[in-house]
């Protein structure tokens, strides 16, 4: 099945610097990868996600590029702010026999003032 | 905006009890899954439904079972708890039958613990 590795597991920036979180993937076919992001004893809540046929996107601050040669998409955070300090998680959908979103294990996020 | 709501915020039982967590969500939304979230391993998918008294396996089914009675109700089962089952546990829900390829939305989830 989808093996979804994420580096780093944690990251700390100052505030108003950018902060980038990296996963690769191991199925070729995968064809959807959200980014999520889960504040402290909240809910996972879904920040961006790219589909295979696009190579990057952007949302504000945010951006996600996608690297299917490599097998790997990273999410960008520009001018970060004490609130984007969070658990990011990111995901990629199988569409092997697994046909489901593997999750990788999460980067701590925090901004320092 | 969708509402996914797990019955419990926190909850503590016994080894060996039967424990139900219970997961609605008010989007009419096909698609529901449950998930375990532990520290340093992400989010990892216990069992999902496509439609109503359907199930598949995920990458953890072992020590527990599902069931779908009706659309926007999910139910998680522990048969026999033990203690390697203490856990935050996150429902989540989406669109589009029969496809896991779209945003999915989740609860707050249930914090257990097993003594």
């Known amino acids: 099945g989808e093996n979804v590795e994420q580096h780093p597991s944690t990251l700390s920036v100052q505030e108003g610097d950018s902060a980038v979180i990296k996963c690769t993937y191991s199925?070729?076919?995968?064809?959807?990868f959200p980014w999520y992001k889960q504040e402290l004893g909240k809910r996972p809540q879904l920040i961006i996600d790219?589909?295979?046929?696009?190579g990057e996107k952007k949302d504000q601050r945010i951006a996600v590029t996608l690297n299917k040669t490599a097998k790997h998409f990273s999410l960008h955070i520009t001018e970060t702010q004490p609130e984007d300090s969070a658990v990011y998680f990111c995901a990629a959908f199988g569409s092997g026999s697994a046909r489901q979103l593997t999750f990788g294990s999460g980067t701590q996020l925090t901004v320092l003032p | 905006d969708v509402k996914v709501t797990q019955s419990s915020r926190y909850l503590v039982k016994r080894t060996g009890e039967k424990v139900f967590l219970e997961c609605v969500q008010d989007?009419?939304?096909?698609?529901m899954f449950w998930y375990r979230q532990d520290p340093g391993l992400g989010l990892r998918l216990i069992y999902f439904s496509y439609d109503v008294k359907m199930k598949e396996k995920g990458d953890i089914p072992e020590g527990y079972s599902v069931s779908r009675e009706k659309k926007e109700r999910f139910s998680l089962i522990l048969e026999s708890a033990s203690t390697n089952q203490t856990s935050m546990y996150l429902c989540?829900?989406?669109?589009?039958?029969?496809?896991?390829?779209?945003?999915?939305?989740f609860g707050d989830g249930t914090r257990l613990s097993i003594l």
């Open positions: 989007m009419d939304h096909e698609n």
């Open positions: 790219i589909r295979s046929n696009v």
């Open positions: 199925d070729s076919a995968s064809n959807y």
């Open positions: 989540a829900s989406s669109t589009y039958p029969g496809a896991s390829n779209q945003p999915q939305h």
